[in-house]
């Protein structure tokens, strides 16, 4: 019963380079969301996506960042000429379509690091 | 939009003391109340839940409190043993429809450590 996955682990990326965060969510779940962690505070969400749907992505910076759910595949965000401000832990959560399942399940992370 | 707010931002205990950490919200639309451990460099798992149609939940060591009308929830960890520190956040979200529907809001974190 594999949880929720997302790749990589830890990303390097130079100022001006694009940065791209996958997440598999967990089997059954069709619900996912991602949230920024910045050093030493709390989550903050970004986008809440469905099947090739963005329901919500106010919390995501109008330039630069991008995100997707695809019919197939992994959902993908996307952060085109990263900024040292960039640099923080990504977390992707999924939880299931079905009334009354709202809880959320968090990935492991993809810590990203811009020089 | 919603504003969760957590205190206290640190907290030290013995072993087998209780501890507890409150949250207030302000968006009254927010009916499901979840809690987050995260311990450092891993990620954020969830340890109890509430929705708005219970005032109080309790699973083991944990429980969790909720007050509507106050719009302020707490996590209580009794028994508190030196594995229980950690980052613990609370969150807030409204259900039933709409375009916020499952966006979590959360608190600023406590860093809970017990001392054996």
Known sequence: NAGVMQNPRHLVRRRGQEARLRCSPMKGHSHVYWYRQLPEEGLKFMVYL????????????????????????????????VVRGDSAAYFCASSQDRVGFYEQYFGPGTRLTVT | GENVE??????????????????????????????????????????????????????????????????????????????????????????????????LTFGQGTILTVHP
């Open chain 2, 6 to 103: 957590q205190h206290p931002s640190t907290l030290s205990v013995q072993e087998g003391d209780s501890a507890v950490i409150k949250c207030t919200y302000s968006d009254s639309a927010s009916n499901y109340f979840p809690w987050y451990k995260q311990e450092l460099g891993k990620r954020p798992q969830l340890i109890i839940d509430i929705r708005s149609n219970v005032g109080e939940k309790k699973d083991q060591r944990i429980a969790v409190t909720l007050n509507k009308t106050a719009k302020h929830f707490s996590l209580h960890i009794t028994e508190t043993q030196p594995e229980d520190s950690a980052v613990y956040f609370c969150a807030a979200s409204p259900l039933g429809g709409g375009t916020s529907y499952g966006k």
């Open chain 1, 50 to 81: 469905q099947k090739e749907n963005i329901i919500d992505e106010s919390g995501m910076p109008k330039e630069r960042f991008s995100a997707e759910f695809p019919k197939e595949g992994p959902s993908i965000l996307r952060i085109q000429q």
